[in-house]
Nanobody
Framework: VQLQASGGGLVQAGGSLRLSCAVS?????????MGWFRQAPGKEREFVAV????????YYGDSVKGRFEISRDDATNIMYLQMNSLKLEDTAVHYC??????????????????????WGQGTLVTVSS
């Protein structure tokens, strides 16, 4: 499975941006959940959002709830992250990941980057004042 993230850029605080993650590869049928993480300079990678293979179950990190929306288009094999009301603290390299397991709400393992099997290269989002 190969993941290609895109859509990052420079945006003013309060603005919006949409990230894309294109998925390809023969093993795509084994993907049961996909997510977004981000890493700001000097900080650990942070969970942003996850979506399961049906597109019905979605979960978000506390810092982005109510502002970001994760979605997927199975016709084109692209996952999206719509980011609204962007803040300075959203500045980070954003990564998309995919995993061969579904979402387990008992242990929240989807919040840990080590639970993902495949990663894209990252796309930089910079929010300016």
């Amino acid at each position: 499975v190969q993941l290609q993230a895109s859509g990052g850029g420079l945006v003013q605080a309060g603005g919006s941006l949409r990230l894309s993650c294109a998925v390809s590869g023969r093993a795509f049928r084994n993907i049961y959940a996909m997510g977004w993480f981000r890493q700001a300079p000097g900080k650990e990678r942070e969970f942003v959002a996850v979506i399961n293979w049906t597109g019905i179950s979605k979960y978000y990190g506390d810092s982005v709830k109510g502002r970001f929306e994760i979605s997927r288009d199975d016709a084109t094999n692209i996952m999206y992250l719509q980011m609204n009301s962007l803040k300075l603290e959203d500045t980070a390299v954003h990564y998309c990941g995919a995993r061969r397991f579904g979402i387990d709400t008992r242990n929240h393992d989807y919040e840990y980057d080590c639970s993902y099997d495949y990663w894209g290269q990252g796309t930089l989002v910079t929010v300016s004042s």
